[in-house]
């Protein structure tokens, strides 16, 4: 069994047994990986702040059959500002389920890896958390094949200069101009602009993205279809949910006070 060095950002860590863990990573190396860390409940010495979600890490670990087995791990970034705001640690739960959900394991993506450190140091920092979110949804959903094409419409291949809105369906799989712009719930409508910026956000380096900046409300519709879809997808609700509804919606907002 090969020993792999590699960094990684901590997705998950859950309780095993009288005293491991069981850790999912989003490694740079091998992509998702789900992994054993062996005498971590009883040892915290060995991985000192090692598995906190959201932070990124120095991990070398083996490759088995089932689960990988960690030999070290070491913390690297905790981005810490995430931890501080209820809202900006929201967006970072969906951010990551969205990852263990779409994505599949021990397949390598260097892409999908620096989209995700990239979205996570910058939701710890930057004013507006929702577009960070958005941003990282559309490049996250396109990289596992999950968008279709905004290079025209798909029904009468119109140019995306030609028509004043559009609309994105994830459910079906489709984009189209005003003329064929379907109508039903979780369709997002583009106006003309927003359109142009995702096609264009879509095309750049990954590293290149978080300059653009959507409208607010536009990437907040973006952020409520994206998770009802990933929802829809796996056919499970977002753990992430109960929060998010606290920070987008207003009329969530009594329930989310204690
Ligand atoms: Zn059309």
């Given at each position: 069994m090969n020993l792999i060095e590699t960094e990684a950002v901590v997705l998950h860590a859950s309780d095993y047994g009288e005293s491991d863990r069981i850790v999912t990573f989003f490694t740079l190396a091998s992509g998702l990986v789900r992994a054993l860390a062996k005498g971590a409940r009883r040892s915290r010495e060995r991985f000192v702040?090692?598995?906190?979600?959201n932070s990124v890490v120095r991990l070398s670990f083996r490759q088995r059959r089932g689960l990988a087995w960690v030999e070290s791990c070491r913390l690297v970034?905790?981005?810490?500002?995430?931890?501080?705001d209820p809202s900006r640690w929201a967006y970072a739960g969906l951010l990551v389920e969205t990852t263990l959900r779409l994505h599949p394991e021990n397949l390598p993506n260097t892409q999908f890896y620096a989209l995700l450190c990239g979205a996570l140091a910058r939701l710890g920092t930057e004013r507006d958390p929702v577009n960070v979110a958005a941003l990282f949804l559309v490049r996250g959903i396109h990289l596992v094949g999950g968008l279709p094409s905004l290079?025209?419409?798909?029904?009468?291949?119109?140019?995306?200069?030609?028509?004043?809105t559009w609309t994105l369906s994830l459910g079906a799989g489709r984009f189209a101009c005003q003329a064929h712009g379907l109508n039903h719930a979780g369709a997002i409508t583009l106006d003309k602009g927003s359109a142009i910026l995702l096609h264009a956000m879509l095309?750049?380096?990954?590293?290149?993205?978080?300059?653009f900046r959507l409208r607010k409300g536009m990437a907040s519709e973006i952020v409520r279809a994206a998770a009802a879809w990933v929802e829809e997808q796996s056919g499970q609700r977002l753990k992430s949910r109960r929060a998010l509804n606290c920070v987008m919606d207003p009329r969530w907002a009594e329930e989310c006070n204690p």
């Open positions: 702040h090692a598995f906190e979600p970034e905790g981005n810490l500002g995430l931890r501080s290079e025209s419409c798909g029904q009468c291949g119109r140019k995306l200069g030609e028509s004043s095309q750049g380096p990954v590293e290149k993205i978080w300059r």
